[in-house]
């Protein structure tokens, strides 16, 4: 057995633990689906459209807080790049100052030298001069000091616009780290809302009722994976991990049954991108913190080349990352309160995917 066929299958033998999966070798389907709610669900005081009503309503609560989580994450991440611009651009403005300093002590050395030789003209100094070759000799000296003046000025020059570009350009960074700060925490407030607007929402259901939220939720899922698989979809996958990329999944089904938490990269709270770009960290390959840069910058891969290690971006908006684990399961970070679990590959609505170690 191949080494990425048994990082899968350490997987899903962990989720099988608990009942979650089908048995070891065969492809990635949720429970099955509970009997027709209309009959079961009527004599409740909810009816099975409020509740599909408050799912709906719940998934683009989740969803936004999703986009607002990604638009937080990019924030932090560039403010990082953008404070240790900084830091370098202070070394350098610290490094020119003690450079020009430096150039100013030598250009006043030479001008008291200069003047120290006499201000006579060279004409004078010839007529004075008992040796015409100790003249010719001197000129020659006068003639090289006026080359290194002239050399140490146009170095005082360039020191000093190097520190007026650095300064610019640290002016700069500090704007973008204060337009950065600004849209973290607008992102914040935003995220913030959702999640508040959700268990406010969740909070008014009944224990009974949120059971079955739960299992629509399964149903909903456990539908799409069905056409996901029905589509003949896993008959054309069948790619092998790389070395990376059987680290990086061994990295992720650790993680199984910790929390979801937005901006989050471990090691006991996760959000989707937090998950998979530290995974990937620790197989030795950095790559963006945020799925929707994921999207961007990794390369894209046909789904029927797709192997365990490789990333399913999903949305229209690239706003949820999971890792592709092998058999037609991922595991991921789904939202808040919920934990890091394995789920159908085709259980969400897929964009595309990409390979970290292209």
């Known amino acids: 057995m191949g080494s990425g066929k048994r990082s899968v299958l350490v997987a899903l033998t962990v989720v099988c633990a608990v009942g979650v999966l089908a048995a070891p070798g065969t492809a990635f389907a949720a429970p099955s689906p509970t009997p027709s709610p209309s009959a079961s669900l009527s004599r409740t005081a909810v009816s099975y ?26 924030a932090e991440e560039a403010a990082e790049k953008q404070s240790a611009e900084i830091v370098a651009l202070a070394k350098k403005i610290v490094e020119g100052k003690e450079k020009l300093a430096e150039l100013k002590k030598r250009a006043g050395a030479a001008a008291a030298a200069q003047y120290r030789s006499g201000g006579l003209p060279d004409e004078a100094r010839l007529m004075l001069s008992d040796d015409p070759q100790e003249f010719l000799d001197g000129t020659r000296r006068v003639l090289q000091g006026e080359r290194a003046a002239k050399g140490l000025l146009a170095e005082m020059t360039r020191t000093q616009q190097d ?126 913190r945020t799925s929707q840069e994921q999207w961007k910058q990794l390369e894209r891969i046909d789904i029927k080349d797709m192997r365990p290690g490789d990333l399913i971006i999903y949305h229209d908006d690239a706003s949820h990352v999971a890792m592709y684990i092998g058999d037609g399961a991922i595991i991921h970070a789904p939202r808040p309160g919920r934990t890091v679990t394995v789920a159908g590959a085709g259980s969400m609505s897929i964009l595309g995917v990409v390979r970290p170690d292209a």
């Open 49 to 74: 459209k409020d509740l599909e009503a408050v799912r709906q309503k719940l998934e683009k609560l989740y969803h936004a807080a999703a986009v607002a989580t990604d638009e937080y994450n990019a």
């Open 163 to 288: 520190l007026e570009l650095y300064a610019k350009d640290a002016s700069a960074q500090w704007q973008k780290l204060e337009a950065g700060r600004k849209a973290k925490a607008t992102a914040k407030k935003k995220i913030k809302q959702q999640i508040a607007a959700a268990e406010q929402l969740e909070s008014r259901l009944e224990k009974e009722e949120k059971e079955r939220l739960a299992k629509l939720e399964q149903e909903v899922a456990y539908k799409a994976q069905t056409a996901w698989l029905d589509s003949g979809i896993l008959k054309d996958i069948d790619g092998k991990a790389s070395e990376q990329g059987r680290k990086a999944v061994e990295y992720a089904t650790a993680q199984l049954g910790k929390p979801y938490e937005w901006g989050a990269e471990g090691p006991k709270t996760y959000d989707c991108s937090g998950l998979t770009s530290q995974a990937w960290a620790s197989a030795g390959r950095g790559i963006p």
